[in-house]
Nanobody, 130 residues
Framework: QVQLVESGGGLVQAGGSLRLSCAVS?????????MGWFRQAPGKEREFVVA????????YYADSVKGRFIISRDNAKNTVYLQMNSLKPEDTAVYYC??????????????????????WGQGTQVTVSS
């Protein structure tokens, strides 16, 4: 079983930055996994933020965060990060890390659905004040 644990959420003013972490454990072939971040605002459905392969090279962002958010990873720590800059009040949401163990060739469209992922973290709250 794979476990994902997010951390790093909190309260920040508009224009500020936060870095979320997602620690992945439980399997030895995590480097082959595709990883994603999603978010869910109050009263709204969970939405795609970014997806990428564990070893980098292919990352795709939602238009709403492109140019402001950056996904990265530390292979030695089995941790994926989401650097969020220039935060806006509309970025307020619970942010979820997700992992896909099934093989896939990542494209710009095929990992934007929750059903594409096999494992999920518990979420971390991000609140951006105006």
């Amino acid at each position: 079983q794979v476990q994902l644990v997010e951390s790093g959420g909190g309260l920040v003013q508009a224009g500020g930055s936060l870095r979320l972490s997602c620690a992945v454990s439980g399997r030895t072939f995590i480097s082959s996994y595709a990883m994603g971040w999603f978010r869910q605002a109050p009263g709204k459905e969970r939405e795609f933020v970014v997806a990428g392969n564990w070893n980098g090279g292919r990352t795709y962002y939602a238009d709403s965060v492109k140019g402001r958010f950056i996904i990265s990873r530390d292979n030695a720590k089995n941790t994926v990060y989401l650097q969020m800059n220039s935060l806006k009040p509309e970025d307020t949401a619970v942010y979820y890390c997700a992992a896909r163990s099934r093989p896939v060739v990542i494209t710009s469209t095929n990992l934007r659905s929750e059903s594409e992922y096999d494992y999920w973290g518990q979420g971390t709250q991000v609140t951006v004040s105006s």
